[in-house]
């Protein structure tokens, strides 16, 4: 959404442009403090005093922070925080224990740097929600790990959605002849989890895919791409990395399968609720589908690299079971990830 967008639906709009390098020192100090690094990366002393000016000029009923390094922006205002309004904090997910899975997949200094924060950002997400009155997650699983460190918050979930016609109605593109079977997988390319995903999936899995499948091509969409991931599409391997593209739904209705193998995931993943809606049917490691409440049936769940392999093959190679995947995974989008029916339980906590 463009910021011209934003303005349609708001009285007033502040922002901020990051710079990410400029942060990164700014938050390097806090690696040695308690404190997580996450918040002086993500704070602006433009914003904070934006949120200064309105909570001192005009009466506010609800405070809506999303996301944890937002709440600072509460906290800090001058005067402390206004115990008058509504404090709900939307995590989102538990966006501290990614940093225990980055920790994992990592080598021996930046295991240490994602430890230390995964920690630090633990203590700081409980005492957000101690301080706001409310605390809001995608799934059931994410309230259930807030509350093993944080048990007497109040918190409940609330379900991502998604716009099933906004996904269908769209004219697909011709396929190449070149592309016999198209693999699909969508995704910010400089956000760890997908990058890791994609190497992953690239090195242990597509080359046995293409074996059994010479005119399989691998497409991996999204923004800003690293640089080993735009070498993956350099060695005539079948994978095409394709950088940002301004509507994903014409590579999501020319794909035949799309494939979520994240080993580190939380909370629900929009991309997997994406192409459930867009009729794709959907093979992924059961890390990614975490949030989705009796997502049996619906999608193909492959825990190890032989199963998802498998899961490739019977898809493209069984049209029952395909086509069963596809009319499933839409019925359980209408009845789990509906917007309207979501929205509806969000404006009656505001």
């Known amino acids: 959404m463009t910021l011209d967008e934003l303005k349609q639906y708001c009285d007033a709009v502040d922002y901020d ?24 990366y993500f704070y602006s002393h433009h914003l904070q005093e934006a949120v200064n000016r309105i909570l001192t000029e005009n009466e506010i009923d609800v405070i809506f922070a999303f996301s944890s390094p937002m709440a600072e922006y509460v906290i800090k205002r001058v005067g402390g925080t206004q115990k008058r309004a509504r404090l709900i904090m939307d995590f989102v997910d538990v966006d501290s224990d990614k940093w225990r899975m980055y920790a994992e997949h990592s080598n021996l200094l930046y295991s240490f740097v994602y430890r230390n924060e995964w920690k630090s950002l633990m203590r700081y997400e409980r005492e957000i929600g101690e301080l706001f009155d409310l605390s809001l997650f995608v799934s059931d699983n ?91 599409s350099e060695n005539k391997s079948g994978i095409i990395v394709t950088g940002y593209v301004p509507d994903v739904r014409k590579y999501l ?64 190679h069984d049209s029952e079971k395909r086509e069963k995947l596809v009319f499933d995974a839409k019925e359980y989008i209408h009845k789990y990830h509906n917007w309207h029916k979501n929205l509806d339980c969000l404006e009656t906590v505001i």
């Open 253 to 316: 209705q020319k794909a035949d399968v799309f494939v979520a193998p994240l080993r580190i995931a939380r909370g629900i993943q929009n991309k997997v609720l994406e192409a459930m809606a867009a009729g794709i049917p959907v093979v992924a490691r059961p890390e990614a589908v975490q949030g989705l409440p009796a997502h049996n049936g619906y999608v193909s769940v492959a825990g190890n690299k032989s199963k998802f392999i498998d899961s490739i093959m019977e898809i493209l």
């Open 142 to 232: 994410e309230v259930a790990l807030y509350k093993k460190f944080a048990p007497n918050v109040e918190a409940m979930s609330i379900p991502n959605g998604v716009d099933v016609d906004y996904f269908t109605n769209v004219k697909p593109e011709t396929k190449k002849e070149s592309e016999k079977y198209i693999i699909l997988f969508t995704g910010a390319m400089d956000y760890f989890p997908n990058e890791d995903a994609v190497m992953y999936f690239s090195t242990e899995i597509w080359p046995d895919v293409r074996k059994k499948l010479p005119g399989a091509v691998f497409y991996v969409v999204g923004g800003n791409p690293s640089r080993r991931v735009r070498d993956l």
């Open 17 to 40: 442009m990051i710079n990410p390098r400029w942060q990164k020192i700014r938050a390097f100090p806090y690696l040695f403090s308690s404190k997580p690094m996450s918040i002086p």
